[in-house]
C-alpha cells in the first residue's frame, strides 16, 4: 500500500473538519482578504491574491457528525455576520428562561438563583447540525469550496514544516488489501492547514505529538450523552434552558445535565460525566439512563418518543491544558484547542471566535507570504487579547479545583468569577482522567462489578437499543478504525486488573470480550467497529493507553442531522 500513486493537488489554505471553528475561520478570511484589498487600492498598495481555500470533511454530509448542546451565545456569529439573523441563521428559540436544578431521584430543587455561567437568556438554541449546514452554504456563496466524505489521515510535514495533509484511503477491506472499488488517498499540499477536528482530532494528535505542542496541564475529558424527545405539546416550553446536576451523586463525582426545548415538541437532553472516573466500571451511559429515573425527568418523557441519541466527548482542561495554538504551516482552532468553556459548558461561540482570530493571522501571512511561527504566532497575540481568552481565564481553575476533591470544587468554584478565575489558589494542575482509574483489588468488594440496571424500553435504553438512533453507518468489511496496540492486554493484564473497562465507557457497545477457548483466561475482545459513534471515549479513558481512534473511510460514521 506504501507504494500507491497518489494524486495531489495544492491550495493557500486547507481546513481540515467542517466545523464552527474552520467554518467561521474560512468565512472570515475571505472576508478580511476582500477588506485589505479594497483598503489596498485606497491606498495604491499591492493587492492580495485571491487565495485557494479548500475545506475537507470527514462526514458525508456537512452537520452529520456535529453534536452539541447547542444554546449559543451569540457573540461572536454577531461579530463574524452582524445580520445573521437575516441572513437566516437556523435558531429555533431564543432563551428567555435559564433554571439551574438540584436534582434528587423523587424530587428537584430549584434554584431562585441561577450562577453566572448558566445564564442562557438571549442565547440563540438551535441545532448545531443545522447551524453548520448553514454556516457552509454562507462560504461557499463566497467561493471557498467544501469536500465532504474526505477524511484527514496523515499529516504530511517536511522539517519541521506541516506541508499538507493526505486523505485516507476508501475500498480496503478488512484485511487490510484493496477491494475493487478501491480509490487512494490524496495528498493535499497547503501553505497552512488548519485543524478544526473537534474533540481529540486524529491529526491534532499526530500534531501535537510530532511537534510537541502540548499544553502546561494535559487535556482532561468528560463524556456527553444527548437524546433528542419529542414530548407531548402541553409540556413542551420554548426558551427554557435547564442545567442542574444530580445528588447526591455530585458528591463524589461530578456530573452536570442540560434540557433545552427546540421546535416541533422536541427537548434536547444531555448528561455530561468526566472521564476521570476511580471505579472501571463507570459508565456514561448508564449514568444518563439513571438520571431519567428521576421524577422529573419521568414526568417530562412520560408518552414521548425518542428521536435521536448521540455520545461525544468535550475537552475540559480549559487554559491550562490548551497547547500551542500553532507550529510551521499549521494551526489549532476549536475544540481541538481546548476552546470549550467547560465552566459554562459552552464553547460553540469560542470556536468561532477562534476562527476569527486564526483569519485574521492568515491575512497577514498571506500578505508576507511567510507561514511559519514568526507570522502565524500572530494568532496567540490575538487570542491573548480577546474576550475568549477573559472568559477562559475566568474559567482556568475549574476542572483542577473538581480533581483536587470535590469538597475543594463545592468551595473555589463559587469564588472563580469574583476573582477573575483564580479562587483560592491559582494553577491547579491536573492529570489524564485515565490515570485516576483504580485497579479492581483496591476497591471496596461491593463496588469490584457493575451495579446491574434494568431497562424499562420506554424512557431508559441499552446501548444496542440506543446505537440505532445515532444513524451510525460503516462499511463492516473494511480494517477497524478503531485500533488496538496489543490485543493480549484486553485478554490478560486488563482483565485481571481492571475487568475491562472498555465494555463499560464504550457508549456504542463496541468493544465485547468473547469466549475463545485459545486466548489468555479464554477471552478475546471483539470490537463493533460499526456500532462507533464517534466519540472519542475509548482513546481517551483506556488505561493502557493502546486504543487509537482513527477515521474510517470518508463519509462513514454517525447522522447527526438536526441534532
Known sequence: MSEIERESMEVDVLFVGAGPANLACAYHLKKQVDAYNEEAQKNGKPALEEPAILIIEKAAAVGDHQLSGAVINP????????????????????????QFMAFFRNFHVKSPIVPPMFQKNGYHVASLSNVVKWMAEKCEE????IYPGFAGDEILTEGDRVVGVRTGDMGVDHEGKPKSNFQPGMDIMAKCVVLGEGVRGSLTKQLLDRFDLHGDNPQTYETGIKEIWRIKPEKHKPGRVIHGSLFPEFLNELNGMWLYDMKDNLVSFGFVTPLDAENPNHDPHLEAQRFKTTKFMQDLLEGGELVRYGAKCVPSGGLYAQPKLYCNGALLLGDGASMLNIMKLAGVHTAMKSGMLAAETLVDALAKDDFTTTTLGGYTERFRNSWAYEEHMEARNFTGSAQLHQLFFLMNVPLLIPTKGRGLVDKLSTQPGHANMKRLSELPEKDRKPHPVEFDGKITFSKEHLVQFSGTQHEVDQPSHLVVADTDVCATACLEEYGNPCENFCPAAVYEMVDDPGSPNGKKLFIHHENCVHCKTCDIADPYQVITWTPPEGGEGPNYEKM
Open 142 to 145: 463566497l467561493g471557498i469550496e
Open 75 to 98: 457573540r461572536a456569529i454577531r461579530e463574524l455576520m452582524p445580520d445573521f439573523e437575516e441572513q437566516g441563521f437556523p435558531t429555533e428559540h431564543v432563551a428567555d428562561d435559564s
